[in-house]
């Protein structure tokens, strides 16, 4: 197996890098028996003590991989039955096919009732061709198999997930274990692929150079990405080159959001961090945390000589959608350039949509709908294609968040965070992405670097808490300490994978 890669390819790219591969002189067949072999050792890694295998191969080479699994295993003296739907399509299958039957595999085509009792399931369905939600009877036959008191590992991707988009509209297998080869999927890692994927391991085929050869769609940001952009510091630093950041927001009977977006961002390692609030929540969130500064804000005016003096402006935690908040981001937007907008100052943002350039945006798929104009499942539907336009039509950067968080530059530059869990459903989780990445910007990070490294680190930092405690019942100033940890010493989250806890 090959450790996973930083460059995630689409399904086009997959095809591009194995058709160079041919080219050089690698015969498909070749690679069929390498992809079929690898799975085959991941089988009988993951599951050593599985007798009895059930592989559903359908018509696609996906299904010629299930073959080569299936003569392997037989010959192996595994008890093994192919479900078939479908004859297969290309010459390699087809002689797969009959090196299964020959090494003794039992045949049969699919039925209602076909898929009996197994220790291990293999999904050689659907490959990364599949650019739509699956159609009779491919529907019918993942109910099935995701109804198999089996474990089960996927053959590439999970049959019915998009490799694209990792969108999954329809039905679609829930895998323990996805092998993946020649390159990652970005679909694999965002949208239902964590959901479908379970462990994901991969391996190159040995077809390293055509790879390099081919640009990627994304790039999955990893603790040396991160490491090497975060700045150092030296022993004569002082506060004042730590960056001044601004939080504007804490509309009344919202406090804690601006709070937690000030304390995320010290323990990111803001020198000093100012909170711009409404006078009602001005002393919640000073007793809450006597490390920031905080002014109270009654009218714009309030505000005015503080905007020239911030090295970084963060906008929207707790701000509200009332005149107070309204007119605060007017006077922001017009006179000054923000380096973040959340919350409330995208659900405001969304009415004209005017861009917002060089700034960073960070919305939840239900804001960037409003943003986009569009419906949520739209956005899900096409993730990185959602990132791309509410970039392009903010000329900003696009913090979209959600399973595999994805991070795009007005230029189209990509990047992927495949940390975070569930427990990061909890309220303040955003405030606090917001803190992190606004104290990245204001340290002097690019305002696409502090997206990504604020991104990772936030994510990495709930993996870590969720591993110390569970992911249920986690709250966002449980982060707070490993926000402190990972700002320093981004390695430590290597420690801990997302099949912890």
């Keep these: ?13 997959v095809r591009r890098i194995e058709q160079r591969v041919f080219s050089a002189g690698t015969a498909a067949g070749t690679l069929m028996l390498r ?24 018509p696609g080479n996906n299904g010629g991989d299930g073959y080569v699994i299936a003569a392997l295993a037989a010959k192996a003296g595994l008890e093994v039955q192919v479900v078939q739907q479908g004859e297969p399509r290309s010459v390699d299958a087809q002689t797969a096919l009959v090196q299964a039957r020959e090494a003794g595999a039992t045949l049969v085509p699919y039925h209602a009732g076909a898929l009996g009792d197994t ?8 490959g990364i061709g599949l650019n739509h939600e699956p159609r009779a009877p491919f529907t019918e036959i993942i109910t099935k198999m995701n109804a198999v008191a089996a474990p089960c590992l996927s053959v590439d991707i999970p049959s019915g997930l998009l490799a694209d988009s990792g969108a999954a509209a329809g039905s679609v297998i829930k895998a323990n274990v996805t092998a993946t080869f020649v390159g990652l999927k970005i679909g694999l890692f965002t949208g239902r692929g964590p959901d479908c994927a379970g462990e994901i ?3 190159d085929l040995g077809v390293g150079e055509s790879v390099r050869a081919e640009p990627h769609f994304a790039t999955r940001l990893s603790s040396q990405w991160v490491r090497a952009v975060l700045p150092a510091r030296e022993a004569s630093f002082h506060k004042g080159r730590a960056g001044h950041l601004l939080v504007v927001g804490g509309g009344p ?6 709070g937690l977006a000030g304390a995320a961002a010290l323990r990111c390692g803001s020198g000093r961090v100012t909170i711009a609030c409404h006078p009602a929540s001005a002393a919640a969130i000073a007793a809450g945390a006597p490390e920031l500064m905080v002014r109270s804000v009654s009218a714009p005016a309030d505000l005015t000589g503080l905007l020239d003096q911030m090295d970084a402006i963060v906008v929207g935690p707790g701000l509200g959608q009332d005149s107070w908040g309204t007119t605060l981001l007017a006077l922001i937007l017009d006179k000054a350039d923000p380096s973040l907008l959340d919350a409330d100052a995208l659900n405001l943002l969304s009415l004209d949509r005017q861009p917002v350039g060089g700034s960073i945006v960070t919305p939840h798929p239900a804001e960037a709908a409003r943003l986009l104009g569009k419906s949520t499942d739209n956005v899900s539907g096409d993730r990185p294609g959602a990132v791309r336009a509410i970039s392009t039509a903010l000329d900003a950067v696009c913090v979209l968040k959600g399973a595999g968080t994805l991070v795009c530059s007005s230029k189209g530059a990509l990047l992927l965070c495949d940390r975070g869990n569930p427990g990061m459903a909890s309220a303040g989780m955003g405030d606090l992405l917001s803190g992190v990445i606004g104290s990245l910007r204001a340290q002097g990070l690019s305002s696409l670097q502090a997206a990504g490294a604020g991104t990772w680190i936030h994510s990495a930092a709930a993996d870590l808490a ?10 966002a100033s449980d982060l707070m300490p490993y926000l402190r940890l990972l700002r320093n010493c981004p390695d430590k989250a290597d420690e801990v994978s997302r099949h912890s806890f």
């Design 1 to 13: 197996m090959s450790p996973l890669t930083a460059q995630l390819h689409t399904a086009d790219q």
């Design 466 to 475: 969720a591993a110390a405690g569970g992911p249920i019942g986690l709250i």
């Design 201 to 203: 391991l991969f391996d």
């Design 119 to 126: 220790d291990v399931l293999v999904d050689a369905l659907l």
């Design 35 to 58: 992809a079929g072999l690898c799975a085959y050792r991941i089988l009988r890694g993951r599951w050593p003590k599985a007798r009895r295998v059930s592989i559903v191969c359908g």
């Design 253 to 258: 009977g919202m406090a804690g959001a601006a």
